[in-house]
C-alpha cells in the first residue's frame, strides 16, 4: 500500500460510517488535523518504527507496512504514536516461536479520530475492504486521562502515591473535580465540538453551575501513579482490538454468548501481544513499583475496568435522567446488556488472570508477595471506583443537573 492508499482507504470507511464529527468540515480540520506542531513528534515515532525495524526485520520483510514509515500517512502525532505501537505488538508476537503461523499480520491500519460520543467510549476494531482499521477515537484518550486521574485523586486517607492503594476499602467524601469534569463531558456530548468557536457548553456549565464549577482535567496529581496506570489500560486497549484483527472478527454479534466468546477470544490473543511486546514498556512504567510481572499484569486489569468505569457513569446518568425526568441518553435494555456484558467479562478476566500470570513466570518475569498485595489494592479500588462513579453521577444536584443538561442539548 502507498501512503495515499491508507489515506483514502480511512476516509472511505469514516466517511462510510460517520467516524468523525469533523470530517468535511474544513475548519475544524485544519484546527485539529496536520499541523505544524505535531511534526516533530511524528518524525520521533517514525524513527521508533525504525527501531522495530531493526530488531524484527523478518516482519517488515513479510507484510506491507512501508507506507508507515512517511510522515504524510498520519494527520496528527496520535496516529504516528498509536500506528507505532501497533506495529510493534505485531512484530513482537510475529517473532515469538510460539506464535501460530494462521494468523494474518497485515494490513492493520490504526486512526485517531475526534470522535466525541462516549457511547462507547473504547478502541474499535472495523474490518474494511480486505484491511483491519482500529480506530482510536478521542472520547478514549479523554476519558483515561479523568477516570485515572479521578481514581487517583479520591482515593481515601493520609497515604499518597501508590502506599493509598495497599490499605484501601471504601470511597467517600467529596467528589473529584476530575470525576465533575467526566461526568459534564457526557452529559454536554451530543452539543460537544473540539473546534467549538467561542464557549464551548462545558465552559458555560461551569460558568453557571456551583456543582460543577469546580470540574477540570488538569490540576496536582502523582504522575508516578497516572502514567503507569494510563500507558497499561491504553496499550493493553489496542493490543486487544488487534486480538480481533487477528482472529479475523467481522464486527459486532447480537448473540450474548458469542459476543463475550469474541471478547475473550480478543483479550487472549491481546495479552500474547502485549506480554509478548513487553520490553519497551518498562522504561515507560520507572515510576510503578511493581516488578516485571505485575506490571504487564496492570494492563488486562485496567482495562476491564475501566469498562466497569464507563458503564458505571453512562447508568449514573440514567438513574439521574429518570429522578430529573428527562431523557435517557441511550435505551434501558441497551445499558442494562452493556452492563451484563461487563460484569461477564470481567469475571472472564479474573479467572484468566492466573493464566496470565503463569506465561508471565515461565519466561522469567518477577511476581513477588509484595507485588500481590499491591495489585489486589488497585483491583480492589478499581472495582469500587465504578460504584463511586455511578453515585457521583446520581448525586448530581437538581438545578446543576438542569444546566448541564441544557447545554449539552445540541438544538437538533
Not at 24 to 37: I, S, W
Request: proline share 5%.
Amino acid at each position: 500500500m502507498t501512503p495515499d492508499e491508507v489515506l483514502a482507504i480511512s476516509q472511505e470507511a469514516v466517511d462510510l460510517f460517520g467516524l468523525d464529527p469533523v470530517a468535511g468540515d474544513a475548519e475544524a480540520e485544519a484546527l485539529l488535523y496536520n499541523k505544524p506542531d505535531d511534526k516533530p513528534a511524528i518524525l520521533a515515532n517514525i524513527e521508533g518504527l525504525k527501531r522495530i525495524r531493526a530488531v524484527h526485520p523478518a516482519f517488515f520483510e513479510a507484510f506491507d507496512y512501508g507506507w508507515a514509515f512517511a510522515p504524510e500517512v498520519y494527520r496528527n502525532k496520535m496516529e504516528a504514536n498509536l500506528q507505532a505501537r501497533a506495529v510493534q505488538f505485531l512484530a513482537a508476537l510475529h517473532g515469538n516461536p510460539n506464535t501460530p503461523d494462521a494468523f494474518d499480520f497485515a494490513g492493520v491500519i490504526v486512526r485517531y479520530t475526534f470522535q466525541t460520543s462516549t457511547e462507547p467510549s473504547t478502541p474499535f476494531h472495523l474490518p474494511y475492504r480486505g484491511r483491519h482499521l482500529v480506530f482510536s477515537p478521542y472520547s478514549f484518550q479523554e476519558f483515561v486521562l479523568l477516570f485515572i486521574r479521578a481514581l487517583i485523586d479520591s482515593l481515601p486517607g493520609s497515604s499518597r502515591g501508590w502506599a493509598a492503594f495497599e490499605g484501601f476499602r471504601e470511597f467517600g467524601g467529596e467528589v473529584s473535580s476530575f470525576l465533575r469534569q467526566a461526568l459534564l463531558r457526557a452529559l454536554t456530548s451530543d452539543a460537544f465540538h473540539p473546534g467549538f468557536p467561542g464557549e464551548t457548553p462545558m465552559d458555560r456549565v461551569k460558568r453557571e453551575s456551583a456543582w460543577f464549577a469546580a470540574a477540570s482535567e488538569t490540576g496536582e496529581i502523582d504522575e508516578a501513579v497516572e502514567v503507569p496506570l494510563s500507558v497499561s489500560l491504553i496499550d493493553f486497549a489496542l493490543a486487544h482490538e488487534l486480538g480481533h484483527a487477528l482472529h479475523g472478527h467481522d464486527g459486532m454479534t447480537r448473540e450474548a454468548d458469542l459476543r463475550l466468546q469474541r471478547e475473550q477470544d480478543a483479550d487472549v490473543m491481546g495479552f500474547a501481544l502485549y506480554n509478548s511486546s513487553w520490553g519497551w514498556r518498562d522504561e515507560l512504567l520507572d515510576g510503578c513499583p511493581l516488578n516485571q510481572g505485575t506490571r504487564i499484569l496492570l494492563g488486562p486489569l485496567l482495562f476491564h475496568l475501566f469498562i466497569k468505569w464507563h458503564v458505571g457513569l453512562r447508568q449514573g446518568l440514567a438513574f439521574r435522567a429518570l429522578a430529573g425526568g428527562g431523557p435517557l441518553s441511550g435505551s434501558v435494555d441497551q445499558l442494562g446488556r452493556e452492563a451484563g456484558d461487563s460484569r461477564a467479562r470481567t469475571d472472564v478476566t479474573f479467572r484468566q488472570v492466573g493464566a496470565y500470570e503463569a506465561q508471565i513466570r515461565a519466561r522469567g518475569a518477577v511476581v513477588t508477595k509484595e507485588d500481590e498485595a499491591l495489585y489486589a489494592g488497585v483491583a480492589r479500588a478499581g472495582a469500587a471506583f465504578a460504584l463511586h462513579v455511578f453515585a457521583a453521577a446520581r448525586a448530581i444536584p437538581d438545578e446543576d443537573y438542569r444546566i448541564a443538561r441544557k447545554a449539552g442539548d445540541a438544538g437538533f
